[in-house]
């Protein structure tokens, strides 16, 4: 178990306005609409293992509320998201917390492949995956940065709406990976932006992002907030049925066009580039953690 200060992870009755790492609160009319807030600012909203199973709570107990038909996924602070959490005093990887994501075993015993093995497909692939079948519309409410681990969360979700300072990435090249562990870039960006991004490292632009098809509006800061309200509260005018057929029906196709199955064999190389790193005995981060990433978040070129 790690000896790291974390706040504790939050369970379905724990969650509130003002909670840690997640806030959760629910608006709109007649209370329909579920905001879900990435609540980490002093980290830039990285995720560590007790950020994801709060998520997973907060989603969980939107989906269990039949008043809310529809989710805001959102962040506090400058940042949507740095990405996974990779050397805050926080970073909780050998903390344990039941699986819920994955039937799979524990990785706080385990060591090398096995640990990474187990921890990731639990954490980031199984709990992507699960959010992804979310049965109610999720919005994705994105400012400032988007990047590696902060794309994953927006790829999750049904809509994507950017305020005009988003910007996104996905450098993990750079530490010999592929790419996040949640590979859908090909699918949200279309073939050769996807090798654009990876094979260079720079970030895009919302309004990029827009052009090619990845974000759905782009808007200025100070107006995000009331658009996405304007358009959960179109889809919460619908008949939840409606909606969750609507979303089944795409998702379907999604996978039909081979999301999920090109998804699992990304995964695979994903690992190779972790057990190639671990045999090289090299610097597997490629320059970036925490510390690192302080300044050049602030500039537009954090992980």
């Not at 996974?84 to 970073?91: L, V």
């Not at 015993?109 to 497909?121: F, H, V």
Request: glycine letters at 8%.
């Amino acid at each position: 178990m790690s000896d790291a200060v974390i706040p504790p992870a939050l369970g379905l009755d724990d969650l509130g306005p003002e909670s840690t790492p997640v806030a959760y609160e629910v608006g709109g009319p007649d209370n329909a609409v579920a905001y879900v807030t990435l609540n980490r600012p002093e980290y830039r909203n990285a995720q560590n293992s007790v950020m994801t199973y709060s998520l997973d709570a907060a989603f969980r107990k939107a989906v269990d509320d039949p008043a809310v038909k529809a989710i805001v996924l959102r962040a506090n602070g400058k940042h949507f998201s740095a990405g996974h959490d990779i050397g805050t005093p926080e970073r909780d990887f050998d903390t344990h917390y039941d699986n819920v994501a994955a039937l799979h075993w524990d990785h706080t015993d385990k060591s090398g492949a096995d640990q990474r093995l187990a921890r990731e497909t639990e954490v980031y692939m199984g709990m992507c995956r699960r959010w992804r079948e979310i049965p109610k519309p999720v919005i994705a409410q994105v400012h400032g940065a988007c990047i590696a681990g902060g794309l994953m969360l927006a790829w999750i979700c049904d809509f994507i709406v950017a305020s005009d300072d988003a910007f996104f990435s996905d450098p993990v090249a750079r530490m010999g990976i592929p790419g996040v562990e949640y590979f859908a870039h090909a699918y949200a960006l279309g073939t050769r932006r996807a090798k654009e991004i990876l094979f260079t490292g720079e970030r895009f632009t919302a309004a990029q992002a827009a052009d090619w098809g990845m974000v759905n509006h782009v808007v200025p800061r100070d107006e995000l907030p009331a658009t996405v309200d304007a358009i959960a509260e179109k889809m919460v005018a619908m008949p939840l049925q409606g909606l969750f057929l609507s979303k089944k029906a795409v998702n379907i196709c999604e996978d039909q066009m081979g999301l999920r199955n090109s998804m699992d064999s990304v995964f695979g190389w994903h690992h190779f580039a972790h057990a190639a790193n671990a045999e090289s005995g090299g610097d597997s981060l490629g320059g970036m953690d925490a510390k690192s990433m302080k300044a050049s978040s602030a500039n537009g070129s954090g992980s």
